[in-house]
């Protein structure tokens, strides 16, 4: 599995995440998608994102939501997220791990679910172990992005299996049960990743699918 950070760091950014959103809605009383955007869009998420932890280290879940938001923070009295967890407590928690677990940016998750969305799915998944929820983000990911990279980046250069099989060697047969997501392109020789990369020009990560063939 491929992460952004080491998971030593996970629980704490769960924890993070989950009262920055929880903050957001009960301390801020603002919108939490409006919220969500900013944050997606910051240099911050990107960074973060890449695996730079120290961009949310020793800072409270309070402190980055005045980070994003570009406010000066005030000296204030909160007691949100402690004992009791909001659905906007789980849905921050939930999105870390899934951001992580799937090392799949936060903006591109929301094109297939926003923030809204999974905090309504509070009900029933706060119950469920971690990886049911995950399962079905894995599934709308799969609804959004029905073909692999390895399909959009060879019809990008405009180029036919047979030719890709012809330029890698690699037989036509292999190439469609990777672009029918019949055979998982995560788990393939790295050489054939080295030859297809080097074939549709782009590096060899940007063939790696965050959603693995179950």
């Known amino acids: 599995m491929i992460t952004s950070y080491n998971k030593m760091y996970l629980s704490q950014v769960k924890k993070q995440f989950g009262i920055m959103l929880d903050y957001v809605v ?22 973060l994102e890449k695996g730079d932890i120290s961009v949310i280290s020793g800072k409270s879940g309070i402190e980055i939501t005045y980070e994003i938001l570009g406010l000066k923070q005030k000296k204030i009295r909160y007691l949100g997220a402690v ?37 309504n799915m509070y009900h029933p998944y706060h119950e469920m172990d971690i990886l049911q929820f995950c399962d079905r983000l894995d599934e709308l990911y799969l609804n959004k992005y029905p073909y692999p990279n390895l399909k959009i980046l060879r019809e990008k250069i405009g180029i036919s299996q047979s030719e890709l099989a012809f330029y890698t060697g ?33 590096k060899p990560e940007d063939l790696y699918e965050p959603v693995s063939i179950k």
């Not at 009960?26 to 960074?47: M, Q, V």
């Not at 789980?90 to 905090?119: C, D, H, L, M, P």
């Open 26 to 47: 009960y301390g801020l009383k603002a919108d939490l998608n409006t919220f969500w955007n900013k944050f997606i869009n910051s240099d911050l998420c990107k960074r």
């Open 83 to 119: 004992g009791y967890k909001s659905e906007e407590y789980w849905a921050g928690w939930a999105i870390t791990y899934y951001q992580w677990s799937r090392n799949i940016s936060f903006e591109k998750i929301n094109t297939f679910i926003n923030i809204n969305e999974i905090v």
């Open 170 to 202: 690699i037989s036509v047969r292999t190439i469609q049960q990777y672009e029918q997501r019949k055979k998982d392109i995560n788990k393939a020789n790295f050489e054939y990743i080295l030859l297809f990369s080097k074939v549709l020009w782009c």
